[in-house]
Structures are given as C-alpha cells and as structure tokens.
C-alpha cells in the first residue's frame, strides 16, 4: 500500500536539510543578493559549498557524484532549498541534468553530470520564440549540418538566466520538411561562441533575456542525443520543470510568517488572527497547502516507480500556481498595507517576503506551459478524453 507521507526516515533528512541551511544562508549572503540578485561571490562560493557537501545531487545516481537516493529525497531537497527564498540554478539541477541523464550521450553524461552536482556549470533554456510560446512545435531556429558542426541561427525570447549561463539548452528545426514536431533537434551550444549574444527583458520582479543565434557553430557533439528526437527531450525537461513550479514551501512560510505576525498585532482591540475571517482563511490555506504537498510527493514518488503518468506534473502546477496567488493575495490582505511593505522598507513584514514572491510567481501561471494547455493534458492523459 501507498503510504502517503514521508517516512520517519526521510522527516529525518528534511530536518538535516533544514539546519544545514539555515546555517549557510548567512546575512551577508543575503544582503549580496539584494545589491545583486544574480549572485556574486558569495553566492558562488554557497552553491559549491552544497555541491561539495553532496546535498545538489541526493537523488542522483553515485556513478555521477549523486547521493544514490530517489527522486523523492531529491524532491525533498528542492522543498526545503525553495523554502529558504535564496536561488540555485534549478533549471539545470532539476531539470536539464535529469533529461540528459535518461536521453544523453555518454560523453555528454560523463562531462555535465559531475560538474552539474559541483555547481560549476550553469544551463539556461532556449524554447520561446517571438511566434511560438503555447505553441512551441512552430518554432523557426534552424540547425544545418554542415561537415563536422551544425550552423545555428535564430532568436529566442524569455531566456531566462541566459546572461549567466554556460550553456543554452537549445530547441532549433532540423529537418524542415517533416511534421512539426517530428523535425527538432536539442543542442547544448555554449554561451561563449562566436555569434551568440543576449539582451535584456526586464519582467516583473526578475529579468530575463532574448537570446540571438547568428551563425554560431557547434560541433556534432552539442546534439543532445539523437537528431530530430527533440520533443521528446523538450517534454521530458518540462514534465521535471513542472514538478519544480510546484513546490509549496514558500507558501508555507508565508502562512508561517502571516501567522506570526497577526499573532502580535492588533485591529479594532482584537489580535488580528483572533479574527473569524482570518482564522477561517488561514485554515482554508493549510488545507489545500496539504493537498499539494500530497500531490507532490505522489508525483515524485511516481518518476521512480511509474512507466507513464505524465499528466501529474501538469495537475501539480495548475494547482500549485493557482494555490501560490491565493496564498500570497490572502497573506497580504490579512497583514493589510503592511503585507505591501517591500523588503528594505522599516515596516516590512519578514523582509518583505510576501511582495517578492508574490510578484516572481505570477509567472507559474503560465511558465512552463500555460495553465489552459496543461488542464488540456490531464483531461486527455489523466482523464482519457478526446483531444479538444
Ligand atoms: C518570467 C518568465 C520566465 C520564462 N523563462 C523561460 C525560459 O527560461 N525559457 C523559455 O524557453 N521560455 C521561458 N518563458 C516563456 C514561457 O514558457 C512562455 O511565456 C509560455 O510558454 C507561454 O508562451 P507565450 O508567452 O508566447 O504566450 P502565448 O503562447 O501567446 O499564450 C498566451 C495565452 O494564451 C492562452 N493560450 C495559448 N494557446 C492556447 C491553447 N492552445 N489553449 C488554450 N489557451 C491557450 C494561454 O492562456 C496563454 O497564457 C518564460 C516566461 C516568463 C514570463
């Protein structure tokens, strides 16, 4: 029988992760990333420390410097890593690793993996283009073989942490002549070659960047696996990005915070969590918080021991980033204008956790696909109904 909850075992680890944590995210980290959210020094030196202290890979396998434990203690990782608001590089970790470990070369395997769990090597996504976001089989890069390299042009946009990365884990057509998805190809193209550039996009509350492609070379070795196999790849990569949009433990600290801080104040006479409509709302959100955090193990759990349930990550983060704008939207109105108090301001409430993180994850809504598509997917997938 599925049991659903952690084991004594693995509550165990969740605390280990935790102290370990709250140990090595000093103030002087944090105030480096306030002057500089994409890190310097200090946060470089952070994220070798957890690759050298062997947490970055705990559900890796040894053979690449991993920990031999499962996707759920890795999961567990993410959790409480999320939990902490400071950035590693997820994508790469959770993410890019993973697939290329399934769908690789061996040479690819043997050369990312361990520089992966060191920290060393940092890897962006290059899927979204000016016409095709939803719908990303319509993308227009090119990839032309030509000898021994392939020749790549094209631009990408929302290409997140590209002016930081290494390398972009390219989407770009191959074979223009067979069935959209059929003709794209996955390239591991480094950021440092000839003709690649980028340049800002500044969202809301994070940056991030178009990327241009202007003849730059590869040699064969960039191809990800096999050519034209790449949607394969590109669904394998977002199936792991979902489960990691879905994480709950920064709701939980918000609620955690929320819960402190209208536990010493007052309105009208009264503490404020003394408040029906407060104490109502707050329960409201533990609830479906737990629903989540079940849902999520469950989904875990299921990359090591399920053949085909792709649906889950998508039901995760319809649910997940619905659940994040009702967490923070509720928190903020419970604390009233001083949930609004950014981090810096003298009235902020636990450094302005709340605007910050509501801001950065409106994205979840459609990040990683948009919420629309994936309730598409768990209808046909989950539910077996017909392709609207
Ligand atoms: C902060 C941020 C970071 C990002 N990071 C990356 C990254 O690192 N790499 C990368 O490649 N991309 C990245 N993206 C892009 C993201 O994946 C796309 O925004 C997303 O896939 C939606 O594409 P689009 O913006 O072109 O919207 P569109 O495809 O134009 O869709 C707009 C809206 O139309 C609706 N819609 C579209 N098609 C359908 C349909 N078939 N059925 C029902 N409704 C539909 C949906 O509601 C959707 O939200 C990022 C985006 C943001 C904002």
């Not at 959770?94 to 061996?106: A, D, N, Q, S, Y």
């Not at 619905?322 to 810096?344: R, S």
Request: aromatic share 10%.
């Amino acid at each position: 029988m599925l049991r659903f909850d952690l084991t004594d075992e693995q509550r165990k680890l969740k605390e280990e992760i935790r102290t370990y944590l709250d140990s090595h995210i000093t103030p002087e980290l944090l105030n480096e990333l306030k002057e500089n959210p994409d890190g310097g020094p200090l946060w470089s030196q952070y994220i070798k420390e957890l690759g050298e202290d062997g947490w970055l890979g705990i559900g890796w396998p040894i053979e690449y410097g991993g920990q031999g434990r499962t996707p759920l203690e890795q999961y567990i990782f993410l959790e409480e890593i999320e939990r902490t608001g400071v950035n590693i590089p997820f994508i790469t970790l959770e993410t890019v690793g993973p697939t290329l470990m399934k769908l690789g070369t061996e040479e690819q395997k043997n050369y990312f993996l361990p520089k992966i769990l060191k920290g060393e090597v940092e890897i962006a996504v290059g899927y979204t283009e000016p016409q095709a976001g939803t719908d990303l089989a319509s993308l227009q890069t090119r990839a032309v073989r030509d000898g021994d390299s392939y020749v790549i042009n094209g631009q990408k946009v929302f290409t997140t942490n590209a002016h930081m990365a290494d390398y972009i884990w390219l989407a770009a057509r191959t074979d223009p002549d067979a069935p959209k998805h059929k003709g794209i190809s996955i390239f591991l193209v480094p950021t440092s070659l000839p003709g690649f550039s980028v340049t800002p996009m500044n969202l809301i509350g994070e940056r991030s960047n178009v990327s241009y492609y202007d003849n730059v070379r590869v040699p064969l070795s960039a191809l990800v696996g096999e050519e034209n196999k790449g949607w394969e790849y590109i669904t394998t990569q977002l199936s792991l990005e979902r489960l990691m949009l879905s994480t709950y433990s920064r709701m939980e600290r918000m609620i955690e915070e929320t819960i402190t801080w209208a536990s010493e104040n007052e309105f009208d006479g009264a503490r404020v969590i003394d408040q029906p409509g407060v104490r109502d709302s707050l329960a409201e959100l533990t609830v479906e918080m737990e629903i989540l955090r079940l849902l999520n193990y469950r989904a875990a759990w299921g990359h090591s021991n399920e053949k085909a349930a792709p649906y889950r990550p998508s039901m995760n983060k319809v649910f997940a980033a619905e659940l994040n704008q009702k967490v923070f939207d509720t928190c903020m109105q419970v604390m009233g204008m001083f949930g609004q108090m950014e981090t810096g301001s003298e009235w902020a409430v636990a450094d302005g956790y709340a605007p910050e993180h509501a801001k950065k994850r409106l994205v979840y809504l459609f990040g990683g696909g948009a919420n629309d598509v994936q309730r598409d997917l768990v209808a046909r997938f989950g539910l077996g109904l017909p392709k609207s």
